[in-house]
C-alpha cells in the first residue's frame, strides 16, 4: 500500500522573487554579451529554466492537501498552506481534508425478520491519507458511496426493525448501537481509501409502503396488548390491597365467595374502559 509522506517543497513567497530577480539578471547579461554566441545561449537557456521554474509554485489551501507525482512516481504530499514551491515537472493533485457529509439514497432491503424496509444513512468522514485516497482506489468519492450503502444493506439484514423482546437490538428502538455498528462497519471498508469515519447514523428508517398499514396495525394492537397488561395487573394489586385492608382493620368478614364477587367487581370497575353504573345494594349482604 502506498503511505503518505511529507513532499520536498519550500516557501512561495521566497522563491518567487528569486527567480524573478534570476531572469532580469540573465536578460541585462543577454543584452551585454550578444555578440558572444556561446555567453549568449548560456543566458538564453538561464531565462528558459528560469520562466520554467516559475511554473512550480502552486497555492495550498487550508485543510486542503497537493498530491505530487513525477513520471508516475508518488514524490509526496504539501500540506502546508500558503504559495509553495516544488519540482516544476511534477503533476500536482489536490485532494480536500475537509469534513464532509454523505447521504445514501433510501434503499429498500429486508430486515432480519425478511419485511420490506427503507433505510437510509448519513456519514460524516474525512481524508486522512492522501495517498491512500488517490492512487488505492479509483475514485474515492464514488467509493465512499457504493461501500457505505454496502455496509447499510448489511447492516438492515442484521436487526428487525421492531423487537418483541427488549433484550433484542432492533433497528427503531436501539439507534445509538446501530449507528456505532454501522460507523464500525463503513469504517473497515473504507479504510483502504484513507478515509475515516467520524459519525454514522440512520436519518430515515421506515417500513415499505406495500405493508405499512399492516405493520401499523400489528403495533397499535401490541401497544394495547402492552396497555392492558400494565392496567390488569394495576388492578389485581388494587383489589389485593383492599381485601388486606379489609382483613387487616376488621371491617368486614368476607367467605370466599364473596371475595370472589367483590374481586370480580373491582376487576370490572378498574379495567373496563367506560364507566361504570353502580347497583346499590338495598337489602343484606347475601341478599
Known amino acids: 500500500m502506498i503511505r503518505e509522506k511529507q513532499a520536498f517543497s519550500m516557501p512561495g513567497l521566497l522563491t518567487f522573487p528569486l527567480l524573478l530577480g534570476g531572469i532580469a539578471l540573465a536578460i541585462a547579461c543577454l543584452t551585454q554579451t550578444r555578440d558572444n554566441t556561446p555567453a549568449a545561449v548560456f543566458w538564453v537557456g538561464a531565462i528558459v529554466l528560469s520562466v520554467r521554474c516559475l511554473g512550480g509554485h502552486f497555492v495550498v489551501n487550508p485543510n486542503e492537501g497537493v498530491v505530487l507525482q513525477l513520471c508516475g512516481h508518488y514524490t509526496g504530499t504539501v500540506e502546508t498552506a500558503g504559495l509553495r514551491w516544488a519540482n516544476p515537472f511534477t503533476s500536482k493533485r ?29 456519514v460524516v468522514w474525512k481524508v ?29 439484514t442484521s436487526y428487525p426493525y421492531d423487537a418483541h423482546d427488549e433484550a433484542q437490538i432492533s433497528l427503531r428502538g436501539h439507534t445509538a448501537a446501530v449507528a456505532d455498528h454501522l460507523k464500525k462497519e463503513i469504517q473497515e471498508r473504507l479504510t483502504r481509501a484513507g478515509v475515516e469515519v467520524m459519525e454514522a447514523r440512520i436519518s430515515h428508517l421506515a417500513y415499505a409502503p406495500e405493508i405499512a398499514h399492516a405493520m401499523l396495525q400489528r403495533q397499535q394492537a401490541g401497544a394495547i396488548i402492552a396497555a392492558r397488561q400494565r392496567i390488569v395487573e394495576g388492578a389485581v394489586g388494587m383489589v389485593e390491597m383492599a381485601l388486606d385492608a379489609l382483613s387487616r382493620r376488621d371491617i368486614v368478614t368476607l367467605d370466599n365467595e364473596r371475595k370472589a364477587a367483590m374481586v370480580s367487581n373491582l376487576l370490572v370497575v378498574l379495567c373496563s374502559e367506560r364507566g361504570v353504573e353502580p347497583v346499590v345494594n338495598t337489602g343484606t349482604l347475601y341478599q
Open 94 to 122: 489536490r485532494v480536500s481534508l475537509r469534513i464532509r457529509n454523505f447521504e445514501s439514497a433510501h434503499l429498500k432491503v429486508n430486515d432480519l425478520d425478511g419485511n420490506p424496509i427503507e433505510i437510509a444513512a448519513v
Open 128 to 156: 486522512v491519507d492522501t495517498a491512500e485516497a488517490v492512487f488505492e482506489v479509483d475514485d474515492y468519492n464514488n467509493y465512499i458511496k457504493v461501500q457505505t450503502e454496502a455496509a447499510l444493506r448489511n447492516l438492515a
